[in-house]
């Protein structure tokens, strides 16, 4: 094994995709108002580690310093930039809407278009709590995933709150509701009805029959229907409302056809609160992009803040564009500048390269022949002699 489990080396025409779709995120990003920062790929593991589930903890890279420290390589970006905003920026004013592309690390299971290292672009919308920023966040994810040439995709929503809600309602025991939690966040059906009929045996809350309904999927209209008979309770009335007004919102996007309502949608890390949402393709069995509400997170850091934002898999995109043929393919004029002088070469190469060229300048001795191999090894579309 020539390089560690989980980390691959990117060859220049892959590379040259993932910086063609970087390039056109970060130009819409920058069109919605966001701006970027860079945090570092190290961090301390113990500011890293505020608020990670043991599981999630299990999933980082740890190793110590040259001074005893244990530090680790970032999981995400959320979190860095959360902790950077909370200890340095908290006077700026609000909201602040950041951008940024990046490297992460996971020790977990290798996953198509996923490694251990892995590649994201994402945003974060910090110091807004209204509906109006969960949607923005949502259409912009969408807008994205159109630009870059994802077209056929829909977009899952669930809602922490919610599904919390129903489970503190249900009045069960702390290890009945992760266990349910964890069912029905991996869709197993089979396990959910057998807890579910386990617990009736165990509650006598009037809501245990909303069990039922968390780890189903539905359309919209469907789902507030189906909901709407639990208004009585003033709490889930008040999360219907917050679900209602997103829809509503995503609606005059145009993207109400693409969404459906899953509760099971519980995400990576614990630090989601509300709304969440993945996007799917039907070239792939993962998430390509998702995030959500994360109103506590900057309180670990100390400052109580809102926040919402999402992250989506570079990879997972291009394998979604492989996948369906839409692949970016490289277009641009590559030429080969030969002859003796080399001061006459390097001036035509200037020349060429101001008009948009790729040029590369001979080094060597060829003869025609070699010239004509080289330059269709290397996709180079025309040869100029300088005499």
């Not at 069912?183 to 089979?190: N, Q, S």
């Not at 959910?192 to 009037?206: D, P, R, T, Y």
Request: glycine share 8%; hydrophobic share 40%; with cysteine.
């Amino acid at each position: 094994m020539i390089t560690p489990s989980g980390i691959r080396d990117w060859p220049p025409e892959n590379a040259w995709r993932k910086r063609y779709i970087e390039n056109i995120l970060v130009k819409l990003f920058q069109s919605w108002g966001y701006e970027e920062v860079i945090t570092g790929t190290l961090e301390f593991d113990n500011v890293i580690s505020k608020g990670l589930s043991e599981n999630e903890k299990s999933q980082l890279y740890r190793f110590f310093g040259r001074e005893g420290e244990i530090l680790t390589l970032r999981p995400d970006m959320t979190t860095p930039i959360a902790r950077f905003t909370a200890t340095h920026l908290k006077n700026k004013t609000f909201p602040l809407r950041f951008f940024y592309t990046g490297n992460v690390f996971r020790y977990e299971k290798i996953q198509a278009g996923r490694y251990r290292e892995f590649f994201q672009a994402g945003v974060e919308l910090i110091g807004a709590e209204s509906s109006l920023a969960d949607a923005e966040i949502i259409i912009l994810a969408s807008r994205a995933l159109e630009k870059v040439g994802v077209k056929d995709f829909r977009i899952g929503i669930g809602d922490i709150q919610l599904l919390n809600l129903v489970l503190e309602l249900c009045e069960l025991e702390y290890y009945g509701k992760e266990q349910l939690r964890k069912a029905i966040a991996e869709k197993d059906y089979v396990s959910v009805k057998a807890l579910i009929n386990k617990l009736k045996n165990e509650s006598q809350s009037s809501y245990i029959q909303l069990l039922e309904k968390l780890s189903n999927i539905y359309g919209p209209d469907d789902f507030i229907k189906e909901f709407s008979r639990f208004e009585t309770c003033l709490v889930i009335k008040n999360r219907l409302t917050v679900l209602k007004n997103i829809i509503t919102l995503l609606e005059t996007a145009d993207l109400k056809d693409r969404i459906i309502i899953d509760l099971g949608i519980t995400r990576d890390f614990q630090y989601y609160t509300g709304i969440v949402f993945e996007i799917y393709s039907p070239y792939i069995g993962f998430p390509i992009c998702g995030g959500g509400r994360y109103d506590n997170l900057l309180n670990n850091f100390g400052f109580k803040c809102p926040a919402t934002g999402f992250a989506m898999g570079i990879e997972r995109v291009l394998l979604v564009l492989e996948k369906s043929g839409k692949l970016p393919k490289l277009e641009y004029k590559k030429c080969l500048v030969v002859g003796g002088d080399f001061k006459k070469i390097f001036q035509r190469a200037e020349e060429l390269r101001s008009r948009g060229f790729f040029v590369e300048v001979e080094l060597e001795e060829k003869d025609e022949k070699e010239l004509k191999e080289y330059a269709k090894s290397k996709g180079i579309n025309y040869i100029e002699v300088v005499n």
